[in-house]
Each structure stands twice: as structure tokens, then as C-alpha cells.
């Protein structure tokens, strides 16, 4: 899907690195690349209204959208990011958590402590990749 369209150029997770040279911000690209197969453990929320893409004016990327459209995630991240993993993935969906909430909250700590544990069995998304090492990360 498009996260951000602009009258030049429609912005989509194949675009990452266009999008960075675009806005003139190409250590983002590097900083990406250097994370992109880290996360093994996503745990993300769900059920509140988020940004999923931002529309612009010919003044991209010096000016503010001009409209935002919204989809289903936790206010900050969409629901489909965790979608978008190459590789095999543990998930944890928080319903009605707002994503910063999920650093403070009792069921999120819970699940981390029981990822440290190595007691978590969750569903796990697969991929025809092999799994990256071990990492947690917040979707």
C-alpha cells in the first residue's frame, strides 16, 4: 500500500529507498537496511483509528499533507506493518492499545518477560526465509 503520495510519485514499502533520497535523508535508507531483518517478536496494537498514508501537495516533502487517511493499528502504526515481515515472525496483537501505552502496560511486560523466559507460544508467521536471531521489537 502507499504511505505516502505525492503528485510525482506514489511511496510504497518497495520505495524505501527512493523515499529517503527523496526527502534528503539517506542515512535513513542505511539505518533501515541495518535493522530490516532484526525483529523476531512483534507485538503491536490494534482497534484504534492510524495513519496509513499521507497525501501531498507538489510542495513535498517542504509542506504538511494534505490529507491523511486512516486505517485500523494503535494510533502511531498501522496493523498492516506487521503484515509486511520477510521473514518468520512471533506476533502478539494488544487490541485497543495505543502504542505508546504498550512500553507501560501490564500484559505487554508480561509477554516480553515471558519471551526473556523462553515460556512465550504464540502464533508465529512463516516465511520461506530462514529466521533472523533473536530480537524484540514493537511494531
Known amino acids: 500500500y502507499t504511505f505516502i503520495s505525492t503528485p510525482f510519485f506514489n511511496y510504497t514499502n518497495q520505495d ?5 533520497k527523496d526527502i534528503n ?10 535493522t530490516k531483518n532484526l525483529t523476531v517478536y512483534c507485538l503491536y496494537g490494534v482497534g484504534l483509528p492510524t495513519p496509513v ?7 513535498f516533502p517542504n509542506a504538511d499533507p494534505i490529507d491523511i487517511i486512516y486505517d485500523d493499528g494503535d494510533d502511531t502504526v498501522d496493523s498492516h506493518s506487521m503484515r509486511k515481515q520477510e521473514q518468520a515472525v512471533h506476533v ?12 507501560f502496560n501490564h500484559k505487554v511486560l508480561t509477554t516480553i518477560q515471558r519471551i526473556l ?13 530462514e ?3 533473536l530480537s524484540l521489537g514493537f511494531v
Not at 25 to 34: A, K, N, T, V
Not at 53 to 59: S, W
Not at 92 to 103: I, N, P, Q, S, T
Request: glycine share 6%; charged share 35%; aromatic share 22%.
Open 16 to 20: 524505501y529507498q527512493k523515499f529517503f
Open 25 to 34: 535523508f539517506e542515512d535513513g535508507w542505511y539505518m533501515w537496511e541495518d
Open 53 to 59: 498514508t499521507y497525501v501531498y501537495d507538489e510542495q
Open 92 to 103: 502478539k496483537e494488544f487490541r485497543g492499545m495505543a502504542h505508546l501505552d504498550m512500553v
Open 117 to 129: 523466559e523462553g515460556k512465550y507460544h504464540e502464533k508465529m508467521v512463516e516465511s520461506p526465509e
Open 131 to 133: 529466521p533472523p536471531s
